[in-house]
């Protein structure tokens, strides 16, 4: 069974009305731009994914888990998660450097 896709929103907004509907739509908080929703995000996902796997070696460690295997399936969610933030981390300061090496 195929299920529907996600509604796809721009990274920009294209007048004020959108983009206070889109500010409300993508969970931005109030006076946060784009790029700092985007880190938000992937914290927010660092968390959740952190949350699981010490939930799934819980029930792992005290027999209440039937597949052993979603253990190991938690761990590789959580660690992607912090290799995306990292990178993210990564590219944002080599951004950084070239903007502060641009003379004016």
């Not at 039937?66 to 912090?82: C, F, H, L, R, Y």
């Amino acid at each position: 069974m195929l299920t529907p896709m996600e509604k796809l929103t721009p990274l920009t907004p294209l007048s004020d009305g959108d983009k206070r509907k889109e500010v409300r739509d993508a969970s931005f908080q109030e006076g946060e731009s784009v790029f700092g929703a985007i880190f938000r995000s992937a914290i927010d996902n660092v968390k959740e994914t952190d949350a699981e796997f010490k939930e799934s070696q819980y029930l792992l460690a005290t027999g209440q888990l039937d597949n052993p295997a979603a253990t190991m399936i938690a761990a590789s969610k959580n660690q992607t998660a912090v290799n995306l933030l990292i990178q993210l981390r990564n590219k944002a300061l080599d951004v950084y450097s070239e903007l502060s090496r641009i003379n004016l």
